[in-house]
């Protein structure tokens, strides 16, 4: 069955990003996000606890919702950069990233997206299982931990270009 292809407003980068990668490409803003979230959830515990007091002791609350926060803070920022890689917001910084990365890998003869040990099925069901799995963390947080071929990019573009020859005939 083919891919479906995703008209999206910035160029893609990859269909399925490597969990690795998604975290290498964060922003800083990536991360006032995360931190924004870890610290707003005890915030909004302790603003709460104010407002409608519950007359107890709420420190494990407030530790709860900041381990909470953190996670869903990740979970935020991880899918920030994702959109990035599919190019649903503006990537030129990753995209450049990724071509001198890939290129890099590309001219020194290595895979472009890793080796993997697991056959070509499993990387396979492993990329229809991870595909956008970042907009569904709500129900599964799942990441893209195999290695495997399928990005949805020309792989070629990464190649080392042939130098023209000129010859003195």
Known sequence: MPNKVVE????????????????????PSDYAVWAGATAAAPTALYLWDKWDPSKLKIRTQLRLGGLLGFVGGFLLAYQRS???????????????????????????????????????WIQGV???????????????PMFNLVNHPHHGTDPEKYKPKDEPTSSSS
Do not use: C
């Open 126 to 140: 492993a990329y229809r299982n991870s595909a956008f799995s970042q907009l569904k963390f709500h129900v599964f």
């Open 8 to 27: 999206t407003p910035y160029p893609l980068i990859d269909a399925d990003p490597h969990a690795s990668r998604v975290i290498r490409y964060m922003r």
């Open 82 to 120: 994702s959109f990035r890689f599919w190019g649903w917001s503006e990537n030129k910084r990753e995209e450049e990233k990724d071509f001198a990365e890939l290129s890099d890998r590309a001219r020194r003869g290595l895979p472009l997206y890793g080796e993997s040990d697991q056959p070509e």
